[in-house]
Nanobody, 124 residues
Framework: QVQLVESGGGFVQAAGSLRLSCAAS????????MGWFRQAPGKEREFVAR????????AYTDSVKGRFTISRDNAKNTVYLQMNSLKPEDTAVYYC?????????????????WGQGTQVTVDS
């Protein structure tokens, strides 16, 4: 069973930056579409970004376009989320997700495997 382990969350001032990492325990990492979701208290889990198998295809939710960048290193079985110009409304638990094959969905059910989440808190 593939496991995903996120890291890199923390506390940051508004306008600051963080980089999240998600390491996957599989030799077939390049066969998975990878995504990042987030969930704020009292809210549903929402799509943030996804990246295709080779890394050439990406998609973002509108609220993070131009500020967040998703990338992957298939040699290291790791996906990243670089978050710049952070805002208080970005505060949430961020989850890494994996879906076998090419996935284009932006809902949680589009992905099969989830990490445990990492907290990101942005202070104003």
């Amino acid at each position: 069973q593939v496991q995903l382990v996120e890291s890199g969350g923390g506390f940051v001032q508004a306008a600051g930056s963080l980089r999240l990492s998600c390491a996957a325990s599989t030799r077939s990492f390049s066969a998975y579409t990878m995504g990042w979701f987030r969930q704020a208290p009292g809210k549903e889990r929402e799509f943030v970004a996804r990246i295709g198998l080779s890394g050439s295809s990406t998609a973002y939710t509108d609220s993070v376009k131009g500020r967040f960048t998703i990338s992957r290193d298939n040699a290291k079985n790791t996906v990243y989320l670089q978050m710049n110009s952070l805002k208080p409304e970005d505060t949430a638990v961020y989850y890494c997700a994996a879906g076998l094959g090419l996935r284009r969905g932006v809902t949680p059910r589009s992905y099969d495997i989830w990490g445990q989440g990492t907290q990101v808190t942005v202070d104003s």
